[in-house]
């Protein structure tokens, strides 16, 4: 492992993770970090740096999208090859690097924001805007709060529904109101990044199980077992980064499994109003066992950062405590704002015309790529690669060739080796051209893969 320590600007205006992470990037540039190098431990260098684990983890996350670094579980995090430096980054990159990496909604149909805010502001109480909210939030927030989890398909009365600031303060309140530092939560083997970042700050130990129907119940029971966890996160429709969707008979195996050992389960769907045809969520079969977490940032606009959650009546007041310590309330404006837009059937128009424009983008990738998997409507695509390809040596290829995806390895918690797969967030691009362009960039690379990049293992 490098002894390496960033050399911060004491009186930097930045935030500390973006100045640690321009440290990376500067000393790779200068040569202080060379490719291959494995950086410090999120701990060890939290701990030399005077920082959070959390500071750390959101440092080396800036510098991997950026193609600086790369981990891997249970390897580390390494420096990746020096080529990628001379490719543009972030937000100054060239107009013709298209960045497939950021799971973003499609910006094709916005809401209508001015008539919006014409509308909230002729309401008798302006002036509540600008105030504090209840936790809670107000009884018509819950009440839209429950028709949108309703269209999620969970039939939930209002005063069931719980304010959040999107599915991630969500996921994080589950885990704060169902376990304690030093407790071990299951999560699936590919999963939602962030999660283990969540479960670090909170002193939690993450353990990946495989999902499937054929071996659900008995990896449940193995891990239960063995390692007594709190919890189970899973993300079960259109998951992040398959794509998948789990079928009715694993949801039912996975909740008999949950109610012979009493396992809580945490249940992100923030996915699910752009599938048209999903088993009912695990909350509507296991209501009592379950932390149901819904969001708009995917379906409807990230800006919101609102969302839902449902949950047992034992565990109701703790969660609201849990918001309260957090943010005290949802901004009024914006739960103003999503109440119109309920009440008036844009949101409705908005998703629908959102899950219309990721089919047909999911529809282009399976043309391009030759693919004839089942028809989806989710934002990303999953590139199973050919065998001369692991999943770093392809991103960094990509990147080489202006097109930016996430490699496998940054969404794998499992012991063996991760898949060979990319993630590409089909959404990410503004128009089908451009997403064209980048899908036939991809494609041209697996069908002439450059021997000498191919075979490496970064």
Request: proline share 7%; net charge positive.
């Amino acid at each position: 492992m490098t002894i390496w320590m960033p050399a911060l600007e004491k009186r930097s205006n930045r935030p500390l993770y973006q100045a640690i992470a321009d440290a990376i990037e500067a000393d790779i540039l200068s040569g202080r970090l060379r490719s291959g190098d494995r950086m410090p431990t999120h701990r060890d260098l939290a701990y030399r740096v005077g920082v959070t684990v959390g500071t750390v983890s959101r440092a080396y996350t800036e510098a991997g999208k950026a193609g600086w670094i790369s981990g891997e579980v249970g390897r580390g995090t390494f420096v990746l090859n020096r080529r990628a430096a001379s490719l543009p980054r972030g937000s100054n990159a060239a107009p013709d690097v298209i960045d497939l990496r950021l799971n973003a909604p499609i910006d094709a149909v916005q809401p209508s924001l001015p008539e919006a805010f014409r509308a909230i502001l002729s309401g008798k109480d302006r002036a509540a805007l600008l105030r504090y909210g209840p936790t809670a939030g107000t009884p018509r927030d819950q009440l839209v709060g429950a028709n949108i989890l309703r269209r999620h398909g969970l039939n939930v009365g209002p005063q069931t529904v719980a304010l959040c600031a999107g599915a991630q303060h969500g996921v994080g309140l589950a885990l704060e109101t169902l376990t304690e530092p030093g407790d071990n939560i299951l999560v699936e083997e590919l999963t939602y990044p962030a999660i283990r970042e969540l479960a670090e700050a909170r002193g939690l130990r993450v353990y990946p199980i495989a999902i499937s129907a054929a071996g659900i119940a008995r990896a449940i029971g193995k891990a239960c077992r063995t390692v007594r966890p709190k919890a189970l996160y899973l993300n079960p429709t259109l998951h992040n980064p398959t794509g998948r969707t789990l079928s009715a008979e694993c949801r039912r195996a996975l909740v008999a499994a949950a109610r012979q050992h009493g396992l809580m389960v945490i249940e992100d769907d923030v996915h699910r109003l752009l599938a048209s045809d999903a088993p009912p969520p695990i909350a509507q079969l296991m209501p009592e066992q379950t932390v149901y977490v819904a969001s708009l940032s995917k379906c409807f606009a990230p800006g919101l950062r609102l969302g839902y959650l449902a949950a047992p009546p034992a565990l109701r007041e703790r969660i609201a405590d849990a918001v309260w310590r957090s943010l005290w309330s949802i901004s009024p404006i914006v739960t103003a704002l999503t109440a119109h837009w309920v009440g008036t059937g844009e949101f409705d128009r908005v998703v629908s015309a959102k899950r219309r424009e990721a089919a047909a983008r999911q529809e282009l990738a399976r043309k391009i790529f030759g693919h004839h998997s089942p028809k989806t409507s989710a934002y990303h695509y999953w590139l199973e690669l050919p065998a001369c390809w692991s999943a770093e040596a392809f991103a960094l290829a990509a990147q080489i060739a202006a097109v930016l995806v996430t490699p496998s390895t940054a969404f794998h918690l499992g012991s063996g080796a991760p898949p060979r797969a990319v993630r590409l967030s089909l959404s990410a691009p503004s128009d089908r051209s451009m997403l064209r362009l980048g899908l036939e960039r991809l494609r041209g690379l697996i069908e002439r893969p450059n021997p000498a990049i191919a075979d490496r293992s970064l």
